[in-house]
């Protein structure tokens, strides 16, 4: 039952008044080892739908200038005249578009590329295929229930005609296939958003291609991850965790099957889904009178040796079970990726993540007044992430 419920969740959501006033968020993300140096990086993909039904002909992005007054008002302005003082500033508007977003994380900070389409380009599939941008015959991108490709292509002279992109130049494409391994509940959702965990734990196989560079992607070290949210607006603040790559401290193991993640904030608390060799622990926001949560983001007192560090914690326990989960990351490992809001105004959701996060996570047993140590993690290649919205200057 629940997969047939992730499987619909996985689908284009904006029904209703979400057609105009709501979005629809996929994200893929994947370690990959360059062919030439066998360097490792993480890559994501993300499909980012906003207000589609607004103006599915056209996109409208609320960052593209639109001065809200006459060439008449523009001339008084330049003379001086008293006319000038009621001139109106840049129109804002509500955005409608369809962006893809591609890039990688870290280690030394990272960048992203954005494509454009309007609604009126998206051809959703019948079986696995969920849809593709661009000409149905020749699309540029596709995703479906378990393949994705796509090309992303900005130069340095588009983003000085349109900074409204909100991206950094550069060449991405991937071809990549992918099998998610690990199962929790459908979706974690209020009445103003859904978050969708239909991966925490998911293999992926394939090929990226950055600036010309190739980068093999192996399943066993891809350490892949795939969620989706949507809803009215972001969660703000904007909290977020995963990893799959565990090796138990306990035994010296690794964990192939395991896996976390950590989303929120949602009426200041977060879901929390942990997976210890075939054990599963769910800690859902939505019902959070069953469990204590405490939680931060903050940067370390003074530099390490390896520079700043910004640390990541959660703590969450109910009758049965507490749960302590540490990341650390570097502050030059991170970096901020923007999103504008679905309401517009010039409001941006911006967010700060990187993907070498490292740390432990420690799961206990209650037992009476005691606690009993049941598994004690060494955590890396963890996605650490915190935004918030930011506003517009008047």
């Known amino acids: 039952m629940a997969g047939k419920k992730i499987k619909s969740n996985q689908r284009f959501m904006l ?112 079986n696995e295929c969920i849809f593709s941008l661009g000409p149905m015959e020749n699309p540029f991108t596709v995703l479906s229930d378990d393949y994705t490709f796509g090309k992303i292509q900005v130069s340095k002279a588009d983003l000085m005609e349109h900074p409204e992109y909100l991206c950094d130049a550069g060449n991405i494409e991937w071809d990549l296939r992918f099998d998610s391994k690990s199962l929790f509940a459908a979706d974690y959702k209020s009445r103003d958003v859904s978050w969708n965990c239909l991966g925490p734990l998911t293999y992926f196989t394939g090929t ?3 600036d010309g560079e190739k980068f093999a992607v192996n399943p066993r070290t891809s350490f892949g991850y795939y969620d989706k949210i949507f809803g009215r607006e972001f969660v703000n603040p904007f909290f977020h965790l995963h990893s799959s790559n565990f090796t138990s401290i306990i035994s010296g193991n690794k964990l192939t099957g395991s896996c976390f993640a950590v989303q929120g904030e949602f009426n200041g608390t977060l879901s929390v889904l942990t997976e210890l ?12 009178k069953k469990y204590e949560l405490t939680f931060d983001c903050s940067k370390m007192p003074g530099p390490s040796e390896d520079g700043i560090k910004l640390h990541w914690t959660v703590s969450v326990h109910d009758k049965k079970y507490v749960l302590d989960i540490d990341v650390f990351a570097s502050a030059d490992s991170v970096f901020v990726r923007d999103y504008e809001t679905p ?5 941006l ?34 996605v650490c992430e915190y935004g918030n919205i930011e506003l517009p200057e008047l």
């Open 343 to 347: 309401d517009g105004a010039r409001k």
């Open 277 to 288: 060799d075939g054990k599963k622990l769910v800690f859902n926001a939505f019902d959070s």
């Open 208 to 210: 990226i291609i950055l």
């Open 15 to 126: 029904k209703g008044s979400l057609k105009k006033g709501g979005f629809d968020r996929w994200r893929l993300v994947t370690c990959a080892n360059s062919c030439s140096t066998g360097e490792e990086r993480t890559f994501f993909i993300e499909y980012y739908f906003v207000n589609p039904f607004l103006s599915p002909d056209e996109c409208i992005l609320g960052f593209k200038s639109r001065i809200g007054s006459s060439a008449a008002d523009l001339q008084y302005a330049l003379a001086g005249t008293e006319a000038a003082k009621s001139l109106k500033g840049e129109s804002l508007v509500q955005p409608s578009f369809v962006m893809v977003k591609a890039g990688v994380l870290g280690p030394d900070g990272g960048r992203h590329m954005n494509r454009y389409v309007p609604f009126s380009s998206v051809h959703f599939g019948k």
């Open 349 to 382: 959701m911006k967010v700060l993540g990187g993907a070498n996060g490292t740390g432990e996570l420690r799961l206990y047993k209650k037992i009476k007044k005691n606690l009993e140590l049941i598994e004690h993690v060494k955590v890396e290649n963890s």
